[in-house]
């Protein structure tokens, strides 16, 4: 059984930053790839940033000039958020597969709120 268990986030105004971590349990191998998505009200579930065991990154188009993704040792995965927008307010969800071609798992979601 994998766990992922997400911690960071918070309400900040908009500009200010937050680092999302996220750390995980199980077997290594369903850890080949971890990332966050998020999702706002009324909008549908989005890629944010996902990141391979080999340092290969992916970003949305909207956050990769903002956001950076990293990882250490297998299972831990962190987000760190700058010059966050009020757009960027949603729950913020840690994923990690196998590889980006499987169902993967989830963590149970951390709210983040950027005001005006």
């Known amino acids: 059984q994998v766990q992922l268990v997400e911690s960071g986030g918070g309400l900040v105004q908009a500009g ?10 199980g077997s290594i ?9 998020r999702q706002a009200p009324g909008k549908e579930r989005e890629l944010v940033a996902t990141i391979t065991r080999g340092g290969t990154t992916n970003y949305k188009d909207s956050v990769k000039d903002r956001f950076t993704i990293s990882r250490k040792i297998t299972n831990t ?3 760190q958020m700058n010059s966050l927008k009020p ?8 994923w990690a597969a196998a590889s980006t071609q499987s169902s993967g798992s989830w963590g149970q979601g ?6 005006s």
């Open 29 to 37: 191998i369903f850890f080949n790839v971890m990332g966050w998505y």
């Open 77 to 79: 995965v962190f987000l």
């Open 110 to 115: 951390t709210q983040v709120t950027v005001s």
């Open 16 to 25: 200010g930053s937050l680092r999302l971590s996220c750390v995980g349990s």
């Open 87 to 94: 757009e960027d307010t949603a729950v913020y969800y840690c």
